[in-house]
């Protein structure tokens, strides 16, 4: 593997995926003991590294089903039946064989096969064409029953599932899938996303369908010890030996141990030194990183109402423990009222995050340098 896809911005695949050892180890048990597990994490964490690498351990079939881009409850049925039919094609065998017990279990969805060549291909058909919510529960009941026949387990990983919220009616959908995830023993269920605050509403509201249904695994920033041992071994391969720890430990100050901030610095680091590099190569990195992302977090920035900006820069510049104290409302020209509720938005939006020991803080590095005006004079 070249070194530079050692530090991958999208999905990190085998040399390049860092520690998660307890996260993996975890979801794989749940996979093999048909727990469903949803995975919590804010953006640019690696919940789908983490998914993915725990699948491939596994060594079970699965579909990945994205409903980024739905926009209607007709996409979102459509998308579980697609992913469905490629967990029997992959978990039955011979398709034409399994139709006698795919026409048994439906009463809503009838089987169509199609030929190219020798080669048979399935495609589910409601007959009740506007039940989206029958549809999606009697299609994953149906994979399950044709797993149990087998005696064989599948896994479907369901991402960015916060958009069912968005789009479900009256939690209709969200209903279909807890219908069908309390009948299941063979199919394992891996539920993500990319807002947590609407996650953490459907799986942790008592009023929602699909509170209690899963095993949680929530991702933190990987520890400062587990990049220095993957970090090294890098520097080793490459150089010959290893960082200095003041360089080390300027990566991790300026990155804040954000798993993708992490990576892009060091990409950039790997990428412009041809010798070992020091702390003014990773400044300078690090100016390369927010450079090339300054106007579009500018952009984000310009979205978000005048409160919440003055909070975020606030934050950014300013030890905070209490964010409605007087010294704060003084300072920003707010009420508490309005400071409690511009911070209870951003922490909505994965923008900052309150630690115990550390006050309130900005998630992404990036933007905590752009707040800070660090390259106002570039």
């Known amino acids: 593997m070249n070194i530079r896809q050692?530090?991958?911005?999208?999905?990190?695949?085998?040399?390049a995926f860092c520690n998660r050892e307890s996260e993996t180890e975890q979801l794989v048990g749940n996979i093999k003991s048909c727990k469903h597990t949803l995975i919590i994490a804010p953006r640019r964490y690696g919940k789908s590294s983490l998914a993915e690498r725990a699948i491939e351990k596994s060594n079970i079939n699965y579909a990945k089903i994205n409903f980024h881009l739905c926009t209607s409850e007709e996409e979102i049925a459509q998308l579980v039946l697609d992913g469905v039919i490629r967990l029997i094609g992959k978990s039955t065998g011979n398709i034409e064989k399994a139709m006698i017990s795919i026409k048994k279990y439906l009463n809503n969805l009838e089987p169509h096969l199609s030929f190219a060549g020798e080669v048979a291909s399935l495609k589910l058909v409601s007959r009740k064409k506007e039940n989206y919510s029958v549809i999606i529960s009697e299609?994953?009941?149906?994979?399950?029953?044709?797993?149990?026949?087998?005696?064989?387990?599948?896994?479907?990983?369901?991402?960015?599932?916060?958009?069912?919220a968005q789009i479900g009616k009256n939690g209709g959908i969200e209903g279909a899938f807890r219908?069908?995830?309390?009948?299941?023993?063979?199919?394992?269920?891996?539920?993500?996303?990319s807002i947590r605050s609407l996650l953490l509403s459907m799986f942790e509201n008592e009023n929602r369908p699909l509170y209690k249904l899963c095993r949680k695994i929530k991702l933190e920033r990987i520890s400062g010890a587990s990049y220095e041992k993957h970090i090294q071994n890098i520097s080793l391969k490459t150089w010959g030996k290893k960082l200095d720890d003041d360089v080390f430990n300027k990566m991790m100050e300026l990155s804040n141990r954000h798993p993708y901030?992490?990576?892009?610095?060091a990409d950039c680091i790997w990428e412009k030194c041809r010798i070992i590099p020091?702390?003014?190569?990773?400044?300078?990195?690090?100016?390369?990183?927010?450079?090339?992302?300054w106007s579009d977090a500018l952009k984000e920035l310009s979205s978000l109402p005048i409160g919440q900006r003055r909070l975020l820069k606030y934050i950014a510049n300013h030890y905070v423990e209490n964010i409605q104290s007087q010294e704060t409302c003084a300072a920003l020209s707010m009420a508490a009222s309005s400071i409690a509720t511009a911070a209870h938005a951003l922490i909505e939006k994965d923008y900052i995050e309150q630690d115990s020991f550390h006050g309130f803080k900005i998630i992404n590095p990036l933007l905590l340098t752009v707040l800070r005006g660090v390259l106002d004079d570039r």
């Open 139 to 164: 299609a994953l009941l149906l994979l399950e029953k044709l797993l149990a026949e087998k005696e064989k387990r599948a896994i479907l990983f369901l991402d960015e599932f916060q958009e069912i």
């Open 278 to 293: 020091v702390i003014s190569d990773v400044i300078s990195a690090w100016q390369d990183v927010v450079k090339e992302e």
């Open 261 to 265: 901030y992490v990576n892009y610095l």
């Open 179 to 193: 219908t069908a995830a309390q009948e299941m023993n063979y199919l394992s269920l891996i539920f993500s996303g």
């Open 6 to 15: 050692l530090f991958p911005l999208g999905k990190a695949y085998g040399e």
